[in-house]
């Protein structure tokens, strides 16, 4: 079989990486080259056109209204609304309001990316003694720029492993796996919380992708459920147990504002109320630091819509939920009786999946105009690129299914 296009295009690949391009980077690069061109590499929710759904009209609307507000030269934040933002991020996750107090509320302005980054160094400044960041194996790969930033060490742990090693600040994806859909057990996650209590460990969660792990329920149990089963698995464990934590949350999936990018939430919990004083100083510090005090105008309208209109927020969340329940629907029928019919059990969910791929899966896979994200022997794949036309997603599968395992 004849596949001089997906090895010419593999070879531009090659050339790219090279170049010092990242493998998603590479992917979207040699997509958009492609007038025929499916795009499984980006990590963004799409519809059934492969076109990115519709920003959040709701933080549309407010971040107009912001900017119309800034005619006057002048520094703003959100400060005098940080409590109401924090009750209304509180009770978006479902946290029961006996432990509201317990937390305090960052805002940083460059999204998830900065929450994670904000919560590594609050860490890590409040325990010099730590030395590495501990991550779980085939996570989210910017954890090892920000360790290098950070001027630590990164060790990665098994999967379902407890990080439990000496002088090291443990970082735990809190919803499916970034990169591999994987989802933990309970019986994992509540191990982690004791062993983290027992040691008096400080814990990373970081939430990038907030109920996405029950996305296929939301039908049956609706929204509200859907985010609840997602505190009580993901989050419940730590609290409950008494662990001070850092939660790194991301609004842009949620909400669908990648084009928006408002802000990053961090929730510090701190059940020692004498140790809570000086975290909370270790936290503005950080937020200083980084330029955050004072804030963009998105980051400004994200903060008052969530407070005036959580409701409305929570609807555009329920519909990317509801995107991705109905991709792995499609998929889940369609890889049956294939080397992936595993990545759509009960134990994978969310945006993507990341199984290993054969030698020459690349070229097979570029043949068919597809381009999912190829690294480390494997091929990361958004389920939502899977195209509403029947026809066209059986094909895609196929050709997902004969090259990877």
Not at 29 to 38: F, S, V, W
């Amino acid at each position: 079989m004849a596949l001089e296009f997906g090895q010419s295009v593999f070879e531009h690949a090659q050339r790219l990486q090279e170049e010092g391009r990242d493998a998603n980077q590479i992917a979207k690069i040699l997509c958009e080259k492609d007038q025929q061109g499916h795009n499984y590499g980006i990590g963004i929710v799409l519809d059934g056109e492969g076109r990115a759904m519709a920003s959040s009209s709701t933080l549309l609307e407010y971040a107009t209204k912001e900017v119309q507000e800034s005619t006057i030269g002048d520094y703003k934040n959100s400060n005098a609304q940080l409590e109401s933002l924090k009750e209304a991020v509180l009770s978006w996750q479902q946290v029961p309001k006996e432990y509201w107090s317990k937390f305090k509320l960052g805002l940083v302005s460059d999204a998830g990316t900065g929450a994670v980054k904000t919560a590594v160094e609050l860490g890590l400044m409040q325990n010099p003694a730590l030395n590495t960041l501990g991550v779980e194996a085939l996570g989210w790969p910017a954890y090892k720029a920000i360790a290098k930033v950070a001027r630590v060490q990164f060790a990665e742990f098994a999967q379902d492993g407890i990080i439990d090693q000496e002088n090291t600040l443990p970082i735990y994806q809190a919803g499916p796996m970034n990169t591999t859909g994987m989802v933990r057990s309970a019986e994992v996650i509540k191990q982690r919380a004791k062993v983290a209590a027992d040691k008096g460990q400080f814990v990373v969660l970081d939430r990038a992708y907030s109920g996405f792990e029950f996305a296929r329920e939301l039908a049956d149990k609706g929204y509200q459920s859907v985010m609840a089963q997602s505190y009580d698995l993901q989050i419940r464990p730590f609290v409950e147990q008494g662990v001070p934590f850092c939660l790194a949350i991301s609004p842009t999936k949620a909400f669908i504002t990648f084009a928006l990018r408002p802000c990053g939430l961090v929730l510090l919990f701190c059940p020692d109320e004498q140790e809570q004083k000086s975290s909370v100083l270790t936290l503005n510090t950080i937020i200083r630091a980084r330029g955050s005090s004072f804030e963009h105008p998105i980051t400004r309208a994200f903060a008052k819509a969530m407070i005036n209109d959580g409701a409305r927020l929570h609807a555009e969340h329920e519909q990317a939920l509801a995107r991705v329940a109905e991709a792995e629907a499609v998929w889940q029928e369609l890889v049956k009786g294939t080397a992936i019919e595993y990545l759509y059990s009960s134990d994978y969910a969310g945006l993507f999946r990341n199984p290993q791929a054969k030698d020459d899966a690349a070229v097979h896979i570029y043949e068919q105009h597809i381009y999912p994200v190829f690294a480390s022997n494997r091929c990361r794949q958004n389920v939502t690129g899977i195209p509403a036309d029947r026809v066209l997603a059986e094909r895609h599968v196929k050709a997902f299914a004969e090259q990877c395992f």
